[in-house]
């Protein structure tokens, strides 16, 4: 899974009816593909079982899209690629050297939420969701890239060298609640205790000030005591409700200070007692 420069490679889907035609036959309407760092990306478009089209990055089973007609699956395979080719925002580089790139997500990174989960074993998706999900739906991925970069702003985190998604942040906010927004990281399994997971909320702190948000909400299980930890550096952290082996909380987010921010990099520097699992979990 990559990000890379400007550049979108495009194998010429059309260019000849005879290649076209065997595409297919193999029961695959043609591939999109990014290239430069490390491997390929590649999309491609399959008939659905149930009728219309279904667009799939490869080494997921999980489609990313349903369409109606090739046409459509085309030329969304097409746009999924260029999103994944987009030039990333911000470099950074973790406690182990390791560097990543940071960027907004946008609508058409669904490729990159499914290899998120994709790589979160069992016990990292049960703290993210609160309980087993073995697969996210088409409806899942269209609402978790549903970002329009104020209710709903999310953050995603990519190796630099191979492009693999490694990390997401996000904040929806609450109309019910002004200025609060509920806030969850996932980090996958491979990258955690890197300092990622610190590093996404410092980000997204600074996102949730610009868009007036003054409080944070989240769900988390009782034990994950890491993420809570975590919390508390970004802010002063209440818990509003207790059910079951889960509690709710809400992170006071302070003025625009220098303190949860070195409060924050501390974490990601491994400085905070109980490194960060990047395991905030949102009820959504």
């Given at each position: 899974?990559?990000?890379?420069?400007?550049?979108?490679?495009?194998?010429?889907?059309?260019?000849?009816?005879?290649?076209?035609?065997?595409?297919?036959?193999?029961?695959?309407?043609?591939?999109?593909?990014?290239?430069?760092?490390?491997?390929r990306?590649?999309?491609?478009?399959?008939?659905?079982?149930?009728?219309g089209?279904?667009?799939?990055?490869?080494?997921?089973h999980?489609?990313?899209?349903?369409?109606?007609t090739?046409q459509?699956?085309?030329?969304?395979?097409?746009a999924?690629?260029?999103?994944a080719?987009?030039?990333?925002?911000?470099r950074?580089?973790?406690?182990d050297?390791?560097?990543?790139?940071?960027?907004?997500?946008?609508?058409?990174?669904?490729?990159?939420?499914?290899?998120?989960?994709?790589r979160?074993g069992e016990?990292?998706?049960?703290r993210?969701?609160?309980?087993?999900?073995?697969?996210?739906?088409?409806?899942?991925?269209e609402?978790?890239?549903?970002?329009?970069?104020?209710?709903?702003?999310?953050?995603?985190?990519?190796?630099?060298?191979?492009?693999?998604a490694?990390?997401?942040a996000r904040m929806?906010?609450?109309?019910s609640r002004?200025?609060?927004?509920?806030?969850s990281?996932?980090?996958?399994?491979?990258?955690?205790?890197?300092?990622?997971?610190?590093?996404?909320?410092?980000?997204l702190?600074?996102?949730?000030?610009?868009?007036?948000?003054?409080r944070?909400t989240?769900?988390?299980?009782t034990?994950?005591?890491a993420?809570?930890?975590l919390?508390?550096r970004?802010?002063?952290?209440r818990?509003t409700?207790?059910?079951g082996?889960?509690?709710?909380?809400?992170v006071?987010?302070?003025?625009?200070?220098?303190?949860?921010r070195?409060a924050?990099?501390a974490?990601?520097?491994?400085?905070v007692?109980?490194?960060?699992?990047g395991?905030?979990?949102?009820r959504?």
């Amino acid at each position: 899974m990559e990000v890379v420069d400007d550049e979108v490679l495009l194998e010429p889907i059309g260019r000849c009816c005879r290649h076209r035609r065997r595409r297919r036959r193999a029961g695959l309407a043609g591939f999109g593909y990014t290239h430069g760092m490390g491997r390929r990306m590649r999309f491609y478009v399959e008939p659905s079982p149930a009728g219309g089209y279904h667009v799939k990055a490869r080494g997921s089973h999980a489609p990313i899209s349903r369409h109606g007609t090739e046409q459509e699956a085309e030329a969304r395979r097409d746009a999924y690629a260029g999103a994944a080719a987009a030039r990333a925002t911000e470099r950074l580089t973790l406690r182990d050297g390791s560097v990543v790139i940071m960027r907004p997500l946008e609508r058409d990174d669904r490729p990159l939420v499914q290899a998120v989960f994709d790589r979160m074993g069992e016990e990292t998706r049960y703290r993210r969701f609160l309980g087993y999900k073995k697969r996210l739906s088409a409806s899942d991925l269209e609402t978790l890239t549903a970002v329009d970069h104020h209710g709903h702003e999310a953050l995603v985190a990519l190796d630099a060298e191979t492009g693999e998604a490694l990390g997401i942040a996000r904040m929806l906010q609450e109309p019910s609640r002004p200025g609060a927004a509920e806030a969850s990281v996932a980090v996958v399994d491979a990258c955690q205790g890197r300092g990622l997971g610190g590093m996404l909320l410092e980000r997204l702190v600074q996102r949730a000030r610009e868009e007036g948000v003054r409080r944070f909400t989240a769900v988390l299980l009782t034990r994950n005591r890491a993420m809570r930890h975590l919390f508390e550096r970004a802010g002063a952290v209440r818990v509003t409700r207790r059910y079951g082996d889960s509690l709710e909380l809400e992170v006071e987010l302070p003025l625009e200070t220098e303190a949860p921010r070195q409060a924050l990099r501390a974490a990601a520097a491994g400085e905070v007692h109980g490194q960060p699992s990047g395991h905030s979990r949102s009820r959504r």
